[in-house]
């Protein structure tokens, strides 16, 4: 399940995967390893949650217990840019549920 999310002027990702038992975030930018607890925040696992158990789906509750897994690419930046949306649309296009490679995002 996809959530793209704009924060602050800022789009990014949040993908929730059953199979996996995670949630993958996929960014553009480069953050601190401290920020982890606040991309829990962020995903809206808890309202991921509801909404599965609303449509009875068999492990909407177990969304709160997945891991929260920082996608790693090569075009991620530490300076802020305006083409941020671009970036979580090819995300979101592209990604599979592992690392994925796309040499036109690293121009």
């Known amino acids: 399940v996809f959530t793209p999310m704009?924060?602050?002027k800022h789009y990014l990702l949040f993908v929730c995967n059953f199979e996996n038992?995670?949630?993958h975030f996929l960014d553009n930018r480069v953050y601190d390893k401290?920020?982890?607890?606040q991309f829990r925040k962020l995903s809206n696992a808890d309202m991921l949650s509801t909404f599965f158990d609303?449509?009875?789906h068999p492990t909407a509750s177990n969304?709160?217990?997945f891991q929260i897994a920082v996608v790693n690419f090569d075009?991620?930046?530490s300076t802020e840019t305006?083409?941020?949306g671009v970036y979580a649309m090819i995300h979101m296009l592209l990604f599979e549920g592992s690392?994925?490679?796309?040499?036109?995002l690293k121009k």
């Open 6 to 8: 704009l924060i602050s």
């Open 21 to 23: 038992k995670t949630i």
């Open 34 to 37: 401290n920020d982890i607890d």
């Open 54 to 56: 609303l449509r009875c």
């Open 63 to 65: 969304i709160l217990e």
């Open 75 to 77: 075009w991620k930046s």
């Open 82 to 84: 305006n083409d941020c």
């Open 99 to 104: 690392l994925f490679s796309c040499d036109d």
